[in-house]
């Protein structure tokens, strides 16, 4: 693409050293304010900074909504003080806000949140801003086919997280040359020496089995810089990573590569003489060049979506389901999938069959997974990511992550509870509802037939925050017309009647095992209502509320899920504020399960429809109202 006529010089390395001595002194002096911070991780990567902002960077400060803009991650999220003291010199953000950093109502933060415009994803959980780069340098290769880069700053001692290593491998894997990783190696971590120390031929031996280019520099030698960056935009096909050798707490000799001194704020005497030391306070301002005008290769459109059908009574597995309903989802040109290495399970090998070039195989790297997701998300796209419900436990903290970085993902979770039978244990999610609850504004789904599945799928496309899904092994009866509705937040009541006795909760397979249980206690003349609580998080309060006033103030709920933080929980939560909340009769996997049949395990755990019809007789024979 042609550079515009408007772009403006390029800083000389003279200028960007006082840039970076002015960098090194705001982060000082902002930290010092707040009485806390990371002034020591900032100054070693203040001349890396300085000389990318100054001479390779391409971003509109004052439009960061251009698609052509470059991505800079900061992965080393608590080198906060020159992030922020960069974009100050980059004329963002003024000195007055500068000074509120860490403070109340601030944006800020002692970490960075996309709170601020110029910020993609919430960093500070190390391991994280490289493998969600290559998120966004995925985007930009294969779907927006646009020139942007992608540049993240890495600490040293964080390449120690395997998810910095899944990331490099994918990203050589899918040849993102568009990424550039800045790795500032300043010997020590938190408490001490990192395992390697200066050992760059480590980095670069180990930068170059994952099939990466890298470029060993002296991070603090201005050219070598500069020449390193010129450098990694020739690593044709390649990503490229700049393993550059800096000192902590570089320009203050009274700290330099002293141990002791990370995450600590110098006391304001202590300032004072290391902003002596590093030439006084200055006011300088980097032309950062803008990028050049583009438009990405896909642009959203409201395609129509024609799910698909099915007949009522049919067998079908909500995982099936649900990857007949993504395939569908994909006539929408920014939905995007991915997985772990396991869609013939998931079944989003559909959307892989239909929309193959919408489709990111991660591998068995389920961090790796997640990650590129939230990335995928950050330029734009609606990304699907499916696993099985177990193994999205290996990615939660970047769930967690994901929900500060007010990221708009979709997660399926497939092979849910003690249902999958013979595989056993390690295989089982019993604890995903509990997890995925607990994530700040999400929202989840526990689909119990392909019906209801398909639009929920649906709705999850348009759902912001995190969104999570969980899906069956087996196959079970389509429950449902093609023509119903699943409001997010709803219930269905399949069972109802006047005189209903029990009120029976359900959700996923023990819907199923509910109402054979309801019609057995019918034949003897106990009628019991039974929901379906596809919702979990909104759940539905008044169907809820209104099955317990109308059955003797008691609910029976049942769950192929460990007893705490699943659907249980989210019943009791949500009536806890009644004037009269209901007694629950609560079943669920109380014990280790192992391997067997579906049936052996589900009765073995109390859940199976023999153990609801005792328990809903139970409730009608001992609930007196109130
Ligand atoms: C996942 C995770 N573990 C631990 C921490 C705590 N922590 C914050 S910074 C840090 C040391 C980082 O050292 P390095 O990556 O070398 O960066 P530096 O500050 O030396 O530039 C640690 C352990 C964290 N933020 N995230």
């Known amino acids: 693409m042609a550079a515009t006529g408007q772009v403006a010089a390029a800083a000389d390395l003279e200028t960007l050293h006082e840039v970076a001595q002015q960098i090194r002194v705001d982060g000082i002096r902002a930290s010092t304010r707040a009485g806390s911070g990371h002034p020591t991780s900032s100054m070693s990567a203040a001349d890396l900074m300085a000389v990318l902002a100054g001479r390779h960077l391409r971003y509109d400060f004052q439009h960061p909504e251009l698609p052509t803009n470059d991505h800079l991650i900061f992965s ?6 020159l992030l922020y003291a960069l974009y100050k010199a980059c004329g963002a953000i003024s000195e007055e806000e500068l000074m509120t950093y860490r403070t109340y109502g601030s944006r800020l933060q002692g970490h960075p949140t996309p709170v601020l415009p110029w910020v993609d994803v919430a960093t500070g959980s190390l391991g994280q801003g490289l493998p969600i780069a290559v998120g966004v340098a995925l985007a930009g290769r294969y779907l927006d086919r646009l020139p942007y880069r992608v540049w993240v700053l890495c600490g040293d001692s964080e390449m120690a997280e395997g998810s910095c290593w899944e990331a490099l491998d994918k990203a050589s894997h899918y040849g993102l040359d568009n990424l550039c990783v800045i790795v500032d190696v300043n010997r020590l971590g938190q408490r001490g020496e990192t395992e390697f120390g200066w050992d760059m031929e480590v980095y670069r031996r180990r930068v170059e089995a994952f099939g990466c280019r ?30 550059a ?39 300088l301002h980097i032309e950062v060049r803008p990028p050049a005008p583009g438009a990405p290769a896909i642009q959203p459109d409201h395609a129509p979506v024609s799910l698909p059908t099915y007949n009522p009574g049919d067998k079908v597995a909500t995982r099936r389901a649900f990857g007949d309903a993504l395939a569908a989802l994909g006539a929408r040109p920014d939905v995007v999938a991915l997985d772990g290495e396991v869609s013939n399970s998931t079944y989003s090998d559909a959307f892989d069959k239909a929309h193959p070039e919408r489709f990111f195989q991660m591998w068995i790297a389920e961090q790796a997974l997640v990650a590129a997701a939230v990335g995928l998300q950050v330029r734009g796209y609606v990304p699907f990511a499916a696993t099985f419900a177990a193994f999205f436990s290996r990615a939660y903290d970047f769930i967690r992550m994901a929900a500060i970085s007010q990221a708009d993902l979709r997660l399926c979770g497939s092979h849910a509870g003690s249902e999958i039978g013979a595989d056993g244990p390690s295989q089982m999610a019993l604890e995903d509802l509990a997890a995925m609850r607990a994530i700040q504004g999400s929202t989840v789904l526990y689909p119990s037939d392909a019906v209801s599945t398909a639009k929920l799928v649906a709705q999850m496309a348009d ?8 899906t069956t092994r087996g196959a079970y009866p389509v429950l449902y017309d093609n023509g119903t509705e699943f409001a997010i937040g709803g219930a269905k ?10 009120a029976i909760v359900a959700a996923g397979v023990t819907l199923h095992n509910a109402l054979e249980a309801a019609d057995r206690l019918a034949a003897e003349g106990i ?35 460990y007893p705490e933080g699943g659907l249980g929980a989210a019943v009791m939560e949500a009536l806890a504020g009644q004037e009269h909340p209901p007694r629950i009769l609560h079943l669920a996997v109380r014990d280790l399960p192992g391997s067997g049949k579906t049936s052996d395990l589900l009765a073995a755990a109390g859940i ?10 139970h409730a009608a024979t001992t609930s007196g109202g109130h």
Do not use: Q
Not at 217 to 239: C, F, K, M, Q, S
Not at 463 to 470: E, N
Not at 540 to 551: G, I, N, P, T, Y
């Open 608 to 617: 199976d429809a023999d153990a609801i019809v005792n328990a809903a007789r």
């Open 493 to 502: 009541v399949l069972r109802r009647g006047d005189g209903d006795r029990a």
């Open 245 to 283: 050798r800096t000192i902590k707490g570089k320009g203050f000799s009274e700290i330099e590569d002293k141990n002791g001194w990370h995450g600590t704020a110098l006391k304001p005497d202590m300032a004072e003489r290391a902003i002596a030391e590093l030439g006084g306070i200055r006011d």
């Open 214 to 243: 890298a470029l060993v520099i002296d991070g603090h030698n201005l050219e070598e810089v500069d020449g390193a960056y010129v450098d990694a935009r020739e690593t044709l096909g390649r990503p490229a990573v700049i393993l």
């Open 76 to 81: 080393k999220g608590h080198a906060s003080p």
């Open 463 to 470: 759902r912001s925050g995190i969104s999570y899904m969980r």
């Open 527 to 561: 009628n019991c209502r039974v929901i379906d609580c596809y919702s979990i998080k909104p759940i539905s309060v008044d169907v809820l509320a209104e099955a317990a006033r109308d059955c003797g103030n008691t609910l029976v709920v049942v769950e192929d899920h």
